[in-house]
């Protein structure tokens, strides 16, 4: 049904336009043959609406046909049509009386028709290499989705892992020496576990659920390092809004392992999260070694780059990780987001 009512509009659109088209032939024939004007509009009329319903009637019975073999029909039809009404009105005007008088008329229309034809092929010719065009670049864009789609996964499992056997090889560790927190950490890395595997799979999650996956990645290494090991987490965003799966753990353990974990006294972990009418900052600041100690931040590892690699393909420019020094010793990671894409 939609299909008949689309090839309904498209006949009225082409009627119009060529009634459009008919009067001004018309007008121009009636400079060459004096007589009254509505004679001259009906015998236009007689060759253009005849061509467009011919065209029309024969596209939609025979869709098979190329649109060149459909438009010289209907410019057989319309001048077979055209003619014999062009006779009917002009057989009672004594020079036309002769039918053969009437090749000038046939010529023009012949002409008129041909030209009309030609410009409504080539408008369809260009409407059609739209569509196609369009067409093309739908495709593209589903094809550069599923393989962002699959860029994504790919980075995202390279993170799961690293995670994962750091995690296990800590436990590995307390196992001989503490076996009390050992168990507890094998705890809380189930919990953790259970919880970071359902969201990991997921396109997307949410700002409160990557800091409770943050939360409880820091309890396991509280468990671990104890007293030398503080942190806090001052969330000031009571908003919902988005994120990547797993793009602040990786931020987190790198400041563990590269800031805090390899100082002798320890040291505090801060994360802050703040959202202004622009973007969303979130800071990892630890009071660990810095860039010069013997583990130091050198932001290259399978984290950060993944996460960098990550936001560039989610985000283009409206997202970005820095890595600098904090003023009293340590690191602040710098991840920012623009509002609009959270």
């Known amino acids: 049904m939609s299909e008949l009512k689309q090839h309904a509009i498209n006949g009225m659109k082409s009627l119009v336009f060529t009634s459009l088209f008919c009067v001004v032939i018309a007008f121009s024939t009636q400079t060459i043959w004096n007589g009254s004007f509505l004679i001259h509009i009906k015998i ?11 065209a029309h009637t024969i596209a939609w019975f025979r869709q098979d046909l190329s649109p060149r073999l459909i438009n010289l029909f209907a410019i057989c039809c319309s001048m077979i049509v055209g003619t014999a009404n062009a006779y009917y009105w002009l057989r009672h005007y004594d020079q036309f009386a002769d039918f053969n008088a009437l090749k000038p ?16 092929y080539a408008h369809e010719q260009r409407i059609e290499a739209q569509k196609q065009l369009e067409r093309s670049k739908r495709i593209q864009s589903e094809q550069e989705k599923a393989l962002l789609l699959s860029q994504l996964k790919q980075l995202q499992s390279q993170i799961e892992p690293h995670f994962l056997f750091n995690t296990l090889a800590n436990i590995s560790v307390l196992i001989d020496s503490d076996k009390k927190s050992a ?40 468990i671990r390092l104890g ?61 660990g070694l810095g860039f010069s100690g013997e583990s130091a931040h050198t932001g290259q590892g399978i984290g950060l780059a993944n996460i960098r690699e990550r936001l560039t393909t989610l985000y283009g420019n409206n997202a970005s990780l820095n890595l600098v020094e904090a003023p009293q010793g340590g690191v602040i990671a710098k991840l920012t987001i623009a509002r609009a894409v959270v």
């Open 183 to 222: 168990k507890l950490m094998l705890e809380k890395l189930t919990e953790l576990l259970r919880a970071t595997l359902t969201r990991s799979r997921q396109e997307s999650t949410t700002l409160q659920g990557e800091l409770e996956l943050v939360d409880a990645y820091l309890a396991i290494q509280k």
């Open 227 to 287: 007293d030398r090991l503080a942190y806090h987490i001052d969330n000031q965003v009571d908003t919902a809004l988005n994120l990547p799966p797993l793009i602040l753990q990786p931020l987190v353990e790198n400041a563990i392992q590269h800031g805090i974990e390899p100082k002798a006294a320890g040291g505090c972990l801060d994360i802050s999260v703040q959202l202004n009418q622009d973007q969303l900052l979130i800071e990892i600041k630890d009071d």
């Open 105 to 120: 008329v046939i010529v023009l229309g012949l002409i008129f028709t041909s030209t009309c034809f030609l410009y409504f």
């Open 44 to 54: 236009s009329l007689g060759f253009g609406i005849s061509a467009v319903l011919s």
